[in-house]
């Protein structure tokens, strides 16, 4: 084993402990922490994370782990796919449990919905911005139980009173500062103490926080730079074969002929694996794999749906979109007052189905043995995954044994257990460990994808401008229905309406409504951002829309409207100053703006673009004003900011999802194109200090972007962009 | 896009492929300056040689098609998909990958900043990036904004980390 690798994943039963790794390795390094005199020794580790379940004797619950060699391993309930959670969620352990973060290593978390459920999703799931949120005071309080069983250890050892004693650093000193135990040495002797309930024990002051509200640098930078970090893709094991998979182009097709002969034949290609809907090809290598695969020449049955496109599944949506829809808000009397209004405004919006295109392309290392299964993957859900593997192979969930992976990229798509399931149906029929790789083109044709959405919106302005009529019917697929059907009441999806259904301005006489359409075929899922990146476009840019009806500054309009909601009014104030609001734009660029209160987060942006004569369009600057709450650490937010527009971005320049004969037309990063670094725009956040508990961020600037950037083309061209993603097409000059 | 202009893209073998599997022959390989003997077929990408066969797995599968930049490593210095580069068309070339990178003085610098300014996110792309910022640097040792788009847009992050890898860039040059 590569001892400067302890993410190595090796075979079931045979793992290495942390404890082995660090002897072996001879990466113990010494910290002589109080001007030498206590002799403690912690061990940092090279590499901050790992997925190896590390046993030590002190662990008072699911998240502390040190051992009498002084390893302090967290154990993290979320995943990390990037957004920085493994060093949030670190620093809300370590703040309370008084260690550095340079002393900690983290751990990636097993399925355990009993010690890691996220109390906002109710299940071991990273998604909807919540790990903070959720984790805020879970994590505090499970550090705080860590440093008050390591200082009672300390007082009883001493004899002292434990309310004398001081713990920092990893190290408890007592009254006179003379005495000095580490946790190391602790360790042993605080496992046998009572451990207290978590709301028994007393939290910090905000105030004399050490580590929450400062940049931390992330735990999983340093092995992100060298290659040492791995992803489920990564995955090594005795006696893996690779497998590369084709899936049935329509979706819902089945294999009708396979040349297993001529895929046999290239070198270094084992095995042809049919099931109903794809075929693998298994080897020594992926490049073997993907030449067997192509020399198997497979046939398709394209099933049920091979006449379905993109056409039709529009048409649909503008045709049950006419008629009423499951109530999602309904205050006063809409219909009426749209009725007697000075003006009315009507308006149609469309958003398409995205793909999630994460940089690691779906993949599952999958070892089926006689009563048991390993998975080796990279998953936002290992419990959901864990249910659904024991039902697809019969086995009792404890016989299936995830091991998660650090993420490349999640956005959503790592929610859906299909990939896993897909592998282990392969998996079934190979002997020994094999990991299935989707290739790029399989990865964006069979995703599952955000739903396009089509929405009617109508709103009556009184004679000064002011709305007093809304209304807003969202039609498109229910993600709710199919993941959480539990949730799903009365044709209502929660998750469709967010965003839209409370929007944060004064809106009296207000109506909102969701259709269920279902598009055949076409799998649907939570994309970054999820009802929000496409709700928040919408509505703010029919507020913008009733601003110019009302012929009023966008900015000063919505501020008007914000007027009992302090916190929203103050970033839209904070973005609209930094950016420089209400200065002239020279001629074919403009300024936009949207504001939101969404993942438990207020948010403004304001976007500065320029149209070329070809219709182009050019970001060229996006500040924004964020309300987040507490920061935990607040350079992760920054670039959350950056990344989560930039993502946002992508998709209303450039992303669309199109269905042509049951398939999807887009294959790879030269038709489903990805936003780089020579168009991105300078990104700025500006961040409004708060008291409050901390919001979500992770998908707040991917919903927040879209309308600002269109509203700021419309300021430039006076077109408004009512269907993403933006044509140009529609922007050329007519000169 | 300028990119291709920096990025040696070998969709063809070189040499005339073997009839047949008999005549197939080992390559031998000198990787991060470690000689490797493989048995694959010459039409193999470099790619699938490093991750499946040698087990190098810092250098990443994106595309599949030099579209991304994940997989690029450099071969005689030159930033190259390895996603596209047969493994017959490579001779006695000395390859290195993001493993080996931190050796040469732009790599490290490159690397402390990548730290410095907190760039990564969910990290997948970093190795093609700093791959491609590496050949950059050694080439341009102060570029401009033009020469970095030019050289790294090629390189796909989903995450959007593009503000921070410009910026690194920069300080990069500067240490």
Redesign the interface.
Known sequence: MDTLNPNEPTTSGNNTSRRTFLKGGGLLLGFALIGGTTGSVFAASAAQVTEEEVKAPFAPNGFIRIDPEGTVTLVMPMV?????TYTSLAMLLAEELEVDLDQVQVQHAPPNDALYANSILHIQSTGLSSSVRAFWTPLRQAGAVGRTLLIDAAAKEWGVEPATCKAAHGVVTDASGSKHLSYGELAEAASKLPVPAADSVKLKDPKDFTLIGKPA??L????????????G??T?LPGMK?AAIAISPAFGGKVKAVDEKAALA???VHQVVKIDEAVAVVA?????A??GLEAAAIEWDDGPHATVNSADIIKELGEKSKQPGAVARNEGDAEKALGTAAQRIDAIYQVPFLAH?????MNCTVHMQKDSCDIWVGTQVPTLTQMVIASVTGFPKEAIRIHNH??????GRRLEPDGTVLAVKIAKQVDGPVKV?W???EDIQHDMYRPYYYDRLSAGLDADGKPVAWTHRIAGSSIFARYIPQAFVNGLDPDAVEGAAEPPYALPNIHVDYVQVEPPGVPTAFWRGVGPTHNIFVVESFIDELAHAAKQDPVAYRKALLANNPRALAVLTLAAEKAGWGASMPAGQGRGVSVAFIFGSYVAQVADVEVGADGAVKVNRIVCGLDCGMSVNP?TIE?QI??????GL?AVLHGAITIKDGRVEQS???NYL?????E?P??ETHLVKSPEAPGGIGEVPTSIVSAAVTNAIFAATGKRIRTLPVDPEMLKSST | MLFHIFVRCQLQPFPPAPATLEEAMAYNLKINGTAHSVDVDDDTPLLWVIRDVLGMTGTKFGCGAALCGACTVHIDGVATRSCVTTVDSIGDSAITTIEAIGETPQGAALQKAWLDLEVVQCGYCQSGQLMSAAALLTETPKPTDEDINSAMSGNVCRCGTYQRIRAAIKQAAEA
């Open positions: 990390e796919m990037g957004q920085g640098k992330r999983d930078a340093p092995m992100k730079v060298d290659g040492r970090a791995v992803y893709i990564d090594k690779i290239v070198k270094g020594d290598h992926l490049g073997a993907k030449k295109a994460t940089m690691e392309p650090l993420l490349g990229g999640g956005f790789v290739s790029r083109e350079d670039a950056e990344g989560g527009s930039i993502f992508t790879n990063f030269d990805p936003m780089r670094i020579d991105v300078v990104i």
